[in-house]
């Protein structure tokens, strides 16, 4: 790196950044997804607004390719750039609660677990990820699937402002009443239009959910999965579960592992709900109980940074009988990497996600009824596994395929190959994605932010 680019990125963030010879470099660098292993020359880490908008000014003198970091979780490795710079947002994780006004002020650096734990001693809670090492701004601009999305809507349903810097270095205060195009972009496909350095989020009074997950053997998966698909679809809103299909416990055993989250207060619910959780199928393992918000978003564990990924989903109008058929000989097909595995994932489109937003945004798979996603998974040391990986999770995204019309569906799972601008028009409709390019051409026609799909002709992503 030159002594002028080094320059420019210091008097951006003094003292905050990071190069190739700094003892701390390999461990900031490091995403999610070992598969994207990005050497940047330059991590910038702003402390503030004031210096990410200066950040982000330096880095399009440079020349360089750049990119934003929130959480670092992006499957498709959006949070890095190699050789470019990257405005990493770790230090803007600040979280501030009003119990009184029921809302957040949540830094775009945080994770969901700064926020759960800050809500969460006032009884307070909003729809984040499923796991709690997942970056707030990522999730949020993708749209957000969660545990309490049934009853509260996605994520970005519970956004009542941003703040976000532009690429020219505007400091923008966006609402549905200040910047209504802007507010409509950053509700289910954000990436592409600025950083945002704060979110405002809408919180829930959530005492207690019932809550945990039940796992099923799962040698022959099916019976389990039309358990699911027919508990699900005439689900209230109040309850959420998804399903996994994995290897469980010490053993490795294959289970279809639901998640269960009812946030009502029905007790006759309860004793339905358990019945039928309990005498439809013989559980192999049973962790439902009445526990805190912050409980439940612990109960699907975590995952280290660095394994590799490749996810591969689509967004589906049900679940037939050929489809879980299909699906569960995909997982009878799955890899073991021990003591990670393949894992097909679905999750429910329903309740509040459906019935539609209080505020209008870009998500495009409102109406479907699953989210199925092949998420191969394995230890970043085996590079060999690589293809027959890869083409494991297509194999899952391609059975669901007949069942879609939402493209990609879920921008948040898609893979690097398919953010391409024809899939894009599939997943958001000619005339958003032709809204989107507008915008994208109006904040940012050089295309510094480069996330997702593609809107610039003649711009790489």
Not at 86 to 115: E, F, M, Y
Not at 128 to 142: C, E, I, M, P
């Amino acid at each position: 790196m030159s002594a002028d680019v080094r320059g420019l990125l210091e008097d951006a963030c003094p003292g905050h950044v990071v190069t190739p010879e700094h003892p701390a470099y390999d461990r900031v660098r490091l995403l999610f997804n070992g598969a994207h292993d990005h050497r940047p020359v330059a991590v910038c880490l702003p402390r503030n607004t004031a210096e990410v908008r200066a950040a982000v000014l330096a880095a399009q003198q440079t020349g360089l390719p750049a990119a934003v970091r929130g959480g670092g979780h992006n499957v498709a490795g959006a949070g890095s750039a190699d050789g470019g710079v990257v405005i990493d947002l770790r230090l803007l994780d600040q979280v501030r609660v009003d119990p009184d006004s029921r809302t957040a002020q949540v830094g775009g650096g945080a994770v969901w677990a700064d926020v759960d734990l800050a809500a969460g001693a006032h009884q307070l809670a909003t729809t984040g990820g499923t796991f709690d090492d997942t970056g707030v701004g990522g999730l949020t601009l993708g749209g957000g699937i969660g545990h309490l999305m049934g009853r509260y809507g996605l994520t970005c349903d519970n956004v009542l402002a941003y703040e976000l810097v532009t690429a020219s270095g505007e400091i923008l205060t966006v609402s549905p009443e200040c910047h209504p195009e802007i507010d409509w972009a950053l509700r289910g496909a954000g990436h592409h239009f600025g950083v945002v350095t704060r979110f405002t989020f809408r919180l829930h009074h959530v005492p207690l959910v019932y809550g945990g997950y039940v796992a099923y053997p799962a040698e022959d998966p099916a019976p389990a999965i039309r358990l699911f698909r027919d508990l699900m679809q005439d689900a209230p809103d109040d309850l959420t579960c998804t399903l996994l299909l994995e290897r469980h416990g010490p053993m490795q055993k294959p289970a279809a592992v639901m998640s269960v989250c009812y946030a009502g207060d029905d007790p006759g619910y309860r004793v339905t709900l358990d019945k039928v959780l309990r005498t439809t199928l013989t559980p192999l393992d049973w962790r439902i109980a009445d526990r805190s918000y912050v409980s439940m978003q612990l109960c699907l564990g975590r995952l280290p940074f660095g394994l590799r990924h490749y996810w591969s989903a689509r967004c589906t109008t049900g679940l037939p009988d050929d489809l879980v058929e299909g699906l569960a000989e995909r997982f009878a097909a799955a890899r073991i990497t021990d003591p990670y595995n393949d894992t097909v994932l679905i999750e429910p489109i329903h309740g509040a996600v459906r019935s539609g937003a209080r505020v209008p945004g870009a998500v495009p798979f409102r109406s479907a009824r699953f989210n199925i996603t092949g998420m191969a998974i394995w230890d970043s040391g085996l590079h060999d596994a690589d293809a027959q990986q890869r083409d494991w999770a297509r194999s899952v995204s391609r059975l669901a395929e007949p069942y879609s019309t939402w493209g990609e569906g879920y921008v948040n799972y898609a893979n690097h190959e398919g953010l391409t601008a024809a899939r894009g028009e599939q997943t958001y409709g000619p005339e958003n994605f032709a809204r989107l390019r507008r915008l994208k051409q109006r904040l940012d026609p050089d295309g510094f932010f480069r996330s997702g799909y593609s809107l610039l002709p003649g711009v790489a992503r």
